[in-house]
C-alpha cells in the first residue's frame, strides 16, 4: 500500500496508545488487560440515545479533520492530540452522520483517536508505515472494546469516510469469523477495495442493494482526468449509491439546487458525476494543493446520506439469506 494512496483521511495513532495490543480477535479480558484507555466515555462521541437492543449497531470511523498538529513545545507531530479545537471539528462529522444517516435506527459507536495528520504523509516511507502501523492497533483496539463492552452480541455495520473508510478494511481483516457472521455490511465511502483486499474472506464487494455481509465502496469525480489517484489507486471494485448497480447504468442525483446523473467508470471503478458545475464543488481546502478541480472526494457523504441512510436500513432490518 502506498503511502500517499493513505493522504486523502488516512488515519494514524498517537505514540501515547497503548502498547502490545494487535490481536485477530477479542481479548478475552478486555482489550489490552483489565484497564483500557477505552474505558473512559470521553473517548467515545456522545450521543445521548438510549442503546436499543433491537437495533442493529454502527460502529463509525471518521475521515481526517487535523492538517497539523504540534506538541507542548511547539514541535510539529503527525498526529491528532484530541484537543477541544480538535474534538470541535471531529464533531461535525460525527454529528452530521449521526443525525443524517443513523442515529434514528441504529446504535452509534464513534471513537475518539489520534487521527493522522495532512502532512503526515511527507514523512519517510519508513516512519509513516511504523506510524501508521500504530493507527491501526489503537483503532484495532477501540473495536475490541467495544465488542467486548458494548455490543452484547448484537448484528452490526461498519462504517467509515475516507481515512475512515481504510480502516474499515484494516477491521474487516481484524474481524473474527464469529464477528464477521455478524455484519451486515461494511460502508467504505471514498476510498478503494483493491484485488488484494477481495482475496480476505471478509471482504466481498457489494454486488447489489441488499446482499449482506459485504462491503460497499465508491469515490467521486466529475471526470476520470480529475481522479485522486491517492485514493483509487488500485481500485477493483465500485457500487453506484443511487440505484446499487455496479455497471455503467446512470442514475439522478438532485443535491441543493443541481441535477446530475451519476454512473460507474468500469475502467477506473469511480463515479463520474455529470453536470455539476465543477467551480460550485470545490475541493476541500485539506487537499486542495494536492487534488484536482472535479475531484469530487469531499462530497461522497453528502451526495448520497438519503440513499446511505436508506440502504443500511434495508439490508439492517430485511431478512435476507446471507449466501
Known amino acids: 500500500m502506498k503511502k500517499l494512496s493513505l493522504l486523502l483521511f488516512s488515519l494514524f495513532a498517537a505514540a501515547v496508545i497503548l502498547t502490545g495490543c494487535r490481536m485477530t480477535g477479542p481479548c478475552p479480558i478486555g482489550p489490552c488487560g483489565p484497564a483500557s484507555q477505552w474505558d473512559s466515555p470521553d473517548r467515545w462521541y456522545q450521543t445521548g440515545q438510549t442503546i436499543s437492543e433491537d437495533q442493529v449497531d454502527v460502529f463509525y470511523i471518521l475521515s481526517t479533520d487535523v492538517a497539523s498538529a504540534h506538541d507542548a513545545d511547539g514541535q510539529e507531530i503527525y498526529h491528532a492530540t484530541l484537543s477541544a479545537g480538535e474534538r470541535v471539528d471531529m464533531d461535525r462529522e460525527y454529528s452530521y452522520v449521526y443525525r443524517k444517516i443513523f442515529g434514528d435506527s441504529f446504535n ?6 489520534h487521527q493522522f495528520t495532512i502532512n503526515a504523509i511527507f514523512l519517510p516511507e519508513a516512519e509513516f508505515q511504523a506510524q501508521f502501523k500504530d493507527v491501526e492497533n489503537e483503532i484495532c483496539e477501540a473495536f475490541d472494546y467495544y465488542m467486548a463492552h458494548y455490543n452484547n452480541g ?7 469516510f475516507s481515512q475512515g473508510a481504510m480502516l474499515s478494511l484494516t477491521l474487516l481483516r481484524h474481524l473474527t469469523d464469529e464477528q464477521y457472521s455478524r455484519m451486515v455490511a461494511a460502508y467504505v465511502i471514498g476510498y478503494r477495495v483493491s484485488e488484494e483486499d477481495l482475496t480476505h474472506p471478509h471482504i466481498r464487494a457489494a454486488a447489489g442493494e441488499d446482499d449482506l455481509g459485504v462491503t460497499i465502496s465508491f469515490n467521486s469525480v466529475t471526470d476520470p482526468e480529475a481522479i485522486f489517484p491517492f485514493v483509487t489507486d488500485g481500485a477493483a471494485v465500485c457500487i453506484n449509491p443511487l440505484n446499487w448497480h455496479t455497471d455503467s447504468t446512470p442514475a439522478e442525483l438532485r443535491f441543493r ?3 446530475a446523473t451519476v454512473s460507474v467508470d468500469p475502467d477506473h471503478h469511480v463515479l463520474v458525476v455529470k453536470g455539476l458545475d465543477a467551480d460550485k464543488y470545490p475541493v476541500s481546502p485539506l487537499i486542495q ?13 453528502q451526495f448520497y446520506t438519503g440513499s446511505i441512510r436508506e440502504n443500511a436500513r434495508k439490508r439492517a432490518y430485511f431478512v435476507i439469506d446471507h449466501n
Open 108 to 113: 452509534f459507536y464513534a471513537p475518539y483517536y
Open 154 to 160: 448484537r448484528r452490526f455495520i461498519l462504517a467509515g
Open 257 to 259: 439546487d443541481d441535477t
Open 289 to 301: 494543493d494536492i487534488c484536482k478541480k472535479g475531484n469530487l472526494h469531499s462530497y461522497d457523504i
